[in-house]
């Protein structure tokens, strides 16, 4: 799986209501200055538990003591995600 653009994988994530965003590592990466750098570096696929990666992206982040960094993020399908809240007896409100 390649690193494609965050404005992509945003747009994923609208697409469906099981899609989540996560952090795929918790490495702090040098930022270099734009976005187009990281684009179609290819990452290592995950499976895990019932997750699925849908997309991977890299996300600017800043912090006052490393300044700019780079946070590769991940777009995953988390099937059983969606809880069924039963109503036995009496009205929702």
């Not at 490495?27 to 019932?50: C, F, N, S």
């Amino acid at each position: 799986m390649k690193i494609i653009k965050r404005s992509t994988a945003m747009k994923l994530l609208k697409t469906n209501d099981n899609y989540i965003k996560e952090k795929y590592c918790n490495g702090h990466y040098k930022w270099t200055g734009k976005e187009a750098d990281y684009l179609g570096k290819p990452v290592r696929k995950l499976l895990i538990k019932d997750e699925e990666m849908i997309a991977v992206f890299v996300e600017r982040r800043h912090n006052n003591s490393e300044g700019a960094y780079a946070m590769v993020m991940v777009i995953v399908d988390k099937k059983d995600s969606l809880k069924v809240i039963v109503n036995r007896g009496g009205n929702l409100k």
